[in-house]
């Protein structure tokens, strides 16, 4: 049986990571070859989907994934704590665009549900408020460990740091400590407008607290299954 349309995750990384982008429409400039292979792979994706005439696509376009079964956000973010310290080449506050898990779900249920048509169209999609990006930072790194210290640094000497990590990797052959994009993300705009998505009766539901709640939850859980695996261990008879 031929599919009625097909819906598409795709990724705010389409449009160029060379501008600021503040409540950006679906229409905003694209990456290019001086974007990410994330970035450009995504969009050609997105090429490819529209150009297919005999089946309607819905792209969706989300920024910053989080929630349940979030495996980068703030494992990224962990990964850059040295000495109980995570430190960050943010100069001021700029406006954040995320977007819970949970509401790219029902975005995909709403659009299931909806008549059929017979054209292709991208939207974006995040949750209904905007966020600072350090506050958003700071509110994921407090749920994970709340003594975890959070410090800004100065952006020129960063820009040299992530110069000589994106060196280092034919090296060390490890993901970069810091790179040139993810500085110019920090500190820039990265909104979505989500007037488009609005106008079809699309409104995305659920907000950071539920994403915090998840990740509070899910971090509980591993520490109750760490605890019982180590008193089960403190149990065992020697030899056995």
Do not use: W
Not at 72 to 90: D, K, S
Not at 120 to 143: G, P
Not at 162 to 188: D, F, G, I, M, Y
Request: net charge positive; glycine share 2%; charged share 25%.
């Amino acid at each position: 049986m031929k599919a009625k349309q097909f819906i598409y995750i795709s990724s705010a990384s389409v449009y160029s990571s060379l501008e600021n982008k503040y409540r950006v429409s679906e229409v905003f400039k694209k990456a290019s070859s001086k974007d990410n292979n994330y970035a450009i792979t995504k969009l050609k994706a997105e090429e490819y989907l529209k150009a297919q005439r005999d089946i309607p696509v819905i792209i969706l376009r989300p920024h910053i994934v989080y929630g349940p079964g979030d495996t980068r956000v703030l494992y990224e973010l962990l990964g850059r704590v040295r000495a109980h310290t995570i430190r960050l080449p943010i100069e001021s506050k700029h406006e954040l665009s995320i977007t819970h898990v949970g509401n790219i779900v029902e975005a995909v249920r709403f659009f299931i549900n909806q008549s059929q048509t017979n054209h292709s169209e991208a939207y974006n999609i995040a949750d209904k408020k905007y966020v600072y990006s350090l506050d958003f930072i700071e509110s994921l790194i407090t749920c994970a460990d709340p003594t975890i210290k959070i410090k800004t640094v100065n952006k020129l000497p960063a820009k040299y740091i992530a110069l000589a990590s994106e060196a280092l990797v034919h090296v060390t052959h490890k993901r970069p400590l810091l790179t040139r994009n993810l500085l110019r993300q920090l500190n820039q705009d990265s909104s979505l407008s989500m007037d488009k998505i609005r106008s079809t009766g699309f409104l995305p539901i659920y907000k950071l607290h539920h994403g915090l709640t998840a990740i509070a939850e899910l971090l509980n859980e591993c520490c109750r299954v760490k605890q019982k695996l180590e008193t089960s261990s403190d149990l065992l008879l020697p030899g056995q």
